[in-house]
T-cell receptor, first 116, second 114 residues
Framework: EAGVAQSPRYKIIEKRQSVAFWCNPISGHATLYWYQQILGQGPKLLIQFQNNGVVDDSQLPKDRFSAERLKGVDSTLKIQPAKLEDSAVYLC??????????????FGPGTRLTVT | KQEVTQIPAALSVPEGENLVLNCSFTDSAIYNLQWFRQDPGKGLTSLLLIQSSQREQTSGRLNASLDKSSGRSTLYIAASQPGDSATYLCAVRPGGGSNYKLTFGKGTLLTVNP
């Protein structure tokens, strides 16, 4: 079974530029998550989708971050404009159903963003 | 607000030793607890998931225990190997309602020396 795919793996941009990350979850997984992991910290959930609907985006900085999951499969996360403090690894994860079903989350390799 | 703490922050042991990693959480109303492994530059790999009604889970040389009432979990690694070197993260999911997000600790960086 293929895992969660993410691209690009690395990205370096200057502050105030925009950037987009892509995620393809495990086939059949209804729930998709985007996490931000700053160096030395645990991952922090930014947004959670159930199919193509948003379940939780309470920690997403909506003035600069946006995410979508068209057709309930692939997802993109965008930052515009980027700030220095956005430098982090952005992890995508998926699970079979809502995490309330106890389903484990499976993580992709992440995209390491450096903002200079 | 749920807070998850992992002790120690870093641990270095010789190959073959048994070791214990600790995780504590402030709100005992959890649905489950999950232990992950993270290798440098990689994503997270799920190791063990313990439902709130369970006391422990085992997989190979790994054993995770959960004491929900005291807000503690331990990950026991038997006969450690250099390949076990990684960062180990624990995460809890809150119980009840529609709040499903995992709250992670900062992790324990484990180094197993040959």
């Amino acid at each position: 079974e293929a895992g969660v795919a993410q691209s690009p793996r690395y990205k370096i941009i200057e502050k105030r530029q925009s950037v987009a990350f892509w995620c393809n979850p495990i086939s059949g997984h209804a729930t998709l998550y985007w996490y931000q992991q700053i160096l030395g910290q645990g991952p922090k959930l930014l947004i959670q989708f159930q199919n193509n609907g948003v379940v939780d985006d309470s920690q997403l900085p909506k003035d600069r971050f946006s995410a979508e999951r068209l057709k309930g499969v692939d997802s993109t996360l965008k930052i515009q404009p980027a700030k220095l403090e956005d430098s982090a690894v952005y992890l995508c994860a998926s699970s079979l159903g809502l995490a309330g079903g106890g389903y484990e989350q499976y993580f992709g390799p992440g995209t390491r963003l450096t903002v200079t | 607000k749920q807070e998850v703490t992992q002790i120690p922050a870093a641990l270095s042991v010789p190959e073959g030793e048994n070791l214990v990693l600790n995780c504590s959480f402030t709100d005992s109303a959890i649905y489950n607890l999950q232990w992950f492994r993270q290798d440098p530059g990689k994503g997270l790999t799920s190791l063990l998931l313990i439902q709130s009604s369970q006391r422990e889970q085992t997989s190979g040389r790994l054993n995770a225990s959960l004491d929900k009432s005291s807000g503690r979990s331990t990950l026991y690694i038997a006969a450690s190997q250099p390949g076990d070197s990684a960062t180990y993260l624990c995460a809890v999911r809150p119980g009840g309602g529609s709040n499903y997000k995992l709250t992670f600790g900062k992790g324990t960086l484990l180094t197993v020396n040959p």
